[in-house]
Nanobody, 116 residues
Framework: VQLQASGGGLVQAGGSLRLSCAAS????????LGWFRQAPGKRREGIAC????????YYADSVKHRSTISIDNAANAVYLQMNSLKPEDTAVYYC??????????WGQGTLVTVSS
């Protein structure tokens, strides 16, 4: 399984970004795609997740009401629209895929920097 994340960059506080993650190299059709982030000196945290089969959603409180996760099952891609960005959103954002056996796969990460 390969995950390719993109869309990070430098943005001013209050701005928006759309992260994308393309998944490939698998054939199962029931999985969850999610986004994690890790800020300098902090633990990696899960911030949003969506299931491919049922569309179940999860948002961490830190991004709830400011972010929208969506999935394109045909393209095996997941997106994270983030609005009203804050300096504390600065982190490396990672795409994650978890299959029905709880096996997890990770992308390489994309850096988001929010300037004040």
């Amino acid at each position: 399984v390969q995950l390719q994340a993109s869309g990070g960059g430098l943005v001013q506080a209050g701005g928006s970004l759309r992260l994308s993650c393309a998944a490939s190299g698998f054939s199962f059709d029931d999985y969850a795609l999610g986004w994690f982030r890790q800020a300098p000196g902090k633990r990696r945290e899960g911030i949003a997740c969506i299931s491919s089969a049922h569309g179940n959603l999860y948002y961490a409180d830190s991004v709830k009401h400011r972010s929208t996760i969506s999935i394109d099952n045909a393209a095996n891609a997941v997106y994270l629209q983030m609005n009203s960005l804050k300096p504390e959103d600065t982190a490396v954002y990672y795409c994650n895929l978890e299959d029905v056996y709880s096996m997890e796969y990770w992308g390489q990460g994309t850096l988001v920097t929010v300037s004040s």
